[in-house]
């Protein structure tokens, strides 16, 4: 190493040394803090919200300086003006008067060049600088010159400027998304840095990097529109449980942990759908017409006694004769309400009862000559709460217009499925007995609940009494507050105020309500109706019209971000295949629409084999650009009569020694492998960081290994087998028994 280049490399060194230093600092003030927050505050109200205020605070920031410790600081940048700025993945300042910038966020506009800036269009850098650590040392530096003409070198000059990237490229896989912030390219960090609201689709083919943009975004947003989004939180849908663990981890390594992360099996408060559908049953349940069949439905569930067959209501003044009419005329006064069913109930049973009412007062204030009812508004109105308390008029409303909660609606609906054709109400039709819910059975229940309202009214009564009960406690404190402040400041002199002077009794209840001590993301996942600040869909392509809707009732503002890529929808998942098909509806053509196109996972060989398979059915198929070639050719083995003893030998011929080792096989096959593989993770949940997983297609979308055995196939259709060819970083190895598809042969 030159003089040149080992004064560089101490340079650094002595920053990240002084930056660890204030980290630790930092660190300290806020665990202090936190403690000090916690510390009792009496019964105060005022004081108890500040606390928790005060412990939030804390919390986020001390959480934050935890998880971003490693590889804290990544780059550096010159600029002409001779001002230099280190970035990182946090901000941090000095502790002096002018709390002087030390690092900046990633995030902030001042760090947007070391992204953007190339030879061509400088942006003011002179030099852009990627700084490698291992823990808190310095172990590289690689710089771009920006400028030509400056003749100033450090040594550790790249001329490429893509050595970094391809290093964090062909790095040996963990199991877990690792995050990107140190090569964020030019057209991903324009995605990134998209306005939030309105609708952004991202597409893009395999390994482009769209769920790296996506949760990069995410990060992006909390940052510019933290109070907002920090109120609403942000959601991100991805398609199965082990995808959600795979990418769990680069939002807290990016220091924001106020997300919810979740599939559509876990968008329906209080419901875990663990239940799986057949394939033509997924795809009836997730189709739009599922929307209408579900509401006309609920319709059916407004019944009416038959026509001339009335039910007779026992009454101590006589029999009332409930017949066709009277519950017609009633049912119409509801549905004219426009609510939803439980909610237009009550108008039900109110139409029922005035009729019945009626019915009642004709006959026992009848005069025999025809003069007017002899009976007054009050009579009546005893008869009428006669009426009302009759446990036979409560059974008949309870027959004619039930009370529904969604899961007994779709229970029942799914036992007996009506409006639809033959063929798709047998294919949904549930067992009896039959308890589980599906993940396509959510966007139903959602639908449902929204048919049905709920008649919260007990709640809201109860909530108010609550309210109630606490204006009177705050009354009492303000009460005491009084009475005690002569006593305690004797000084005429003094302008202290008491509570009883800024607040009043309602405010201080409502203060007292406010002391939700949840994270807006907790909130918003126990609470179907809440709208997300920011929703986030990734392998967007999967959804059925179905979960849309729903996803869309969650977000009201329309403010989305969805990625995905058509190519890769899954045979039978129900998905809308066309972006403009999926947002109609909701936001006509007003989205933006923008593509990646540079792979960065698969080698180019690989990705050749890939396309073709694309490539037979729709030969314009283009896919997107590998950004490199390893030189290895995947390669195919014919396995003769023992499938798994050929797999099981190919397994131990690829498994790395670092690195992992993806075993994609036809669901059918899974039981048979696994028998001959110690220590291999299958099932609906693997574990991803273990060196060898066993998944079919479906489960392996989104997710990457360094090399890749794919199993049989034949046996998968177009998309899946796509899918499963491109999950590879490094190799790719074919075994079969079964003739192999005419493009990979
Ligand atoms: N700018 C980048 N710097 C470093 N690595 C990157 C960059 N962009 C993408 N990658 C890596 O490329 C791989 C593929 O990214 P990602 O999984 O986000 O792609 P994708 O488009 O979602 O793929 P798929 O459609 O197959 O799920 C990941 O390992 C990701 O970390």
Same mark, same amino acid.
């Given at each position: 190493? *030159? ?10 060194? +002595? ?23 916690? &510390? ?38 010159? #600029? ?21 910038? #030390? ?48 003749? +100033? ?235 009302? &308390? ?9 027959? #004619? ?77 303000? +009460? ?43 909130? &918003? ?13 990734? +392998?967007?392509?999967?959804? *059925?019209?179905?979960?849309?809707? #729903? ?195």
């Amino acid at each position: 190493m *030159s003089t040149r280049e080992s004064v560089e490399l101490q340079r650094e060194q +002595e920053f990240i040394d002084r930056l660890y230093e204030r980290v630790s600092v930092l660190r300290e003030d806020a665990a202090e803090g936190v403690e000090d927050a916690l &510390a009792p505050v009496g019964n105060g109200l005022q004081a108890r919200v500040e606390r928790d205020v005060l412990v939030a605070e804390r919390s986020g920031l001390l959480s934050a300086l935890n998880a971003v410790d490693g590889s804290l600081c990544f780059g550096r940048i010159d #600029l002409h003006d001779g001002s230099a700025h280190h970035i990182g993945r946090i901000g941090i300042r000095e502790d002096d008067t002018d709390r002087t910038p #030390l690092l900046i966020d990633w995030r902030a506009p001042v760090a947007r060049p070391f992204y953007l800036a190339t030879g061509h269009t400088p942006m003011g850098l002179r030099r852009r600088r990627h700084i490698s650590t291992d823990g808190r040392t310095v172990t590289e530096l690689h710089d771009e010159i920006l400028d030509l003409g400056d003749r +100033e070198r450090s040594g550790f000059e790249d001329p490429s400027g893509d050595a970094v990237l391809l290093a964090a490229l062909g790095s040996a896989r963990t199991g877990r998304m690792g995050d990107i912030v140190r090569t964020i390219q030019a057209e991903q960090d324009r995605v990134i840095r998209a306005p939030h609201r309105g609708v952004l689709v991202v597409e893009g083919g395999p390994g482009t990097g769209k769920t790296a943009v996506a949760l990069h975004r995410a990060a992006y947003l909390l940052y510019e529109h933290r109070e907002l989004l920090a109120k609403r939180a942000v959601l991100i849908v991805g398609p199965n449980p082990a995808f959600l663990r795979y990418i769990g981890e680069v939002l807290p390594a990016l220091g924001e942990t106020g997300v919810m992360l979740a599939t559509q099996a876990e968008l329906f408060p209080g419901v875990h759908a663990r239940g799986t559908d057949s394939p033509r049953a997924a795809v009836v349940k997730g189709g739009a017409g599922m929307a209408e069949a579900l509401a006309l439905a609920v319709r059916d569930r407004q019944a009416l006694p038959e026509p001339g067959a009335p039910m007779i209501i026992r009454h101590d003044d006589g029999d009332l004769v409930l017949d066709w009419e009277i519950a017609y005329e009633a049912r119409q006064a509801a549905r004219d309400s426009r609510l939803p069913h439980n909610l237009a109930r009550p108008h039900f049973a109110f139409h029922l009862i005035d009729a019945l009412t009626t019915q009642l007062a004709d006959r026992i204030g009848a005069d025999p000559y025809g003069g007017p009812n002899f009976l007054g508004p009050d009579d009546i109105a005893q008869l009428a709460k006669s009426v009302a &308390a009759s446990d036979e008029v409560h059974a008949a409303v309870a027959e #004619l217009w039930p009370l529904l909660t969604p899961e007994e609606f779709l229970a029942d609906y799914l036992a007996e499925p009506v409006y639809l054709p033959d063929e798709d109400a047998a294919a949904v039709r549930r067992a009896p007995g039959e308890r589980e819910w599906t993940p396509a059975d959510v966007p139903l229940l959602d639908e449902a609940a929204e048919l049905l309202g709920t008649d919260d009214s007990a709640e809201r009564a109860a909530a108010e009494a609550r309210r109630q009960e606490r204006v009177v406690y705050a009354q009492g404190v303000l +009460e005491l507050s009084r009475g005690s402040e002569t006593h305690e400041f004797e000084d005429e002199e003094s302008e202290v105020l008491a509570a009883h002077d800024i607040i009043d009794a309602e405010r201080m209840a409502e203060r007292q309500e406010e002391d939700d001590h949840r994270s807006a993301a907790e909130r &918003a996942a126990a609470d179907r109706t809440w709208a997300f600040g920011h929703i986030i869909v990734d +392998e967007a392509q999967e959804l *059925s019209p179905m979960a849309w809707r #729903l996803l869309m009732r969650r977000s009201p503002t329309r403010s989305l971000t969805l990625v995905g890529d058509p190519v890769q929808t899954s045979e039978g998942a129900g998905g809308v295949g066309s972006w403009e098909k999926i947002l109609r509806p909701y936001v006509g053509d007003r989205f933006t629409h923008v593509r990646l196109g540079v792979n960065y996972r698969t080698p180019a060989e690989i990705m050749e084999l890939a396309a073709g398979v694309v490539r037979a059915q729709d030969p314009s198929f283009e896919p997107p650009g590998s950004v490199r070639s390893t030189g290895e050719k995947p390669w195919t083995r014919s396995a003769g009569a023992d499938l798994a003893g050929e797999v099981a030998r190919a397994v131990a011929e690829m498994t790395p020694e670092e690195g992992r080792l993806g075993v994609i096989a036809p669901r059918e096959l899974h039981e048979e492998i696994a028998a001959r593989l110690d220590g291999i993770t299958a099932g609906a949940e693997p574990d991803l960081t273990r060196p060898v997983v066993l998944l079919d297609p479906r489960e392996a979308k989104g997710l990457e290994f360094d090399h890749v055995l794919v199993v049989e196939p034949g046996r998968f259709g177009t998309s899946d087998l796509y899918v499963a060819l491109t999950r590879a970083t490094q190799r790719l190895g074919i075994v079969h028994r079964e003739p192999l598809p005419e493009p990979l042969r």
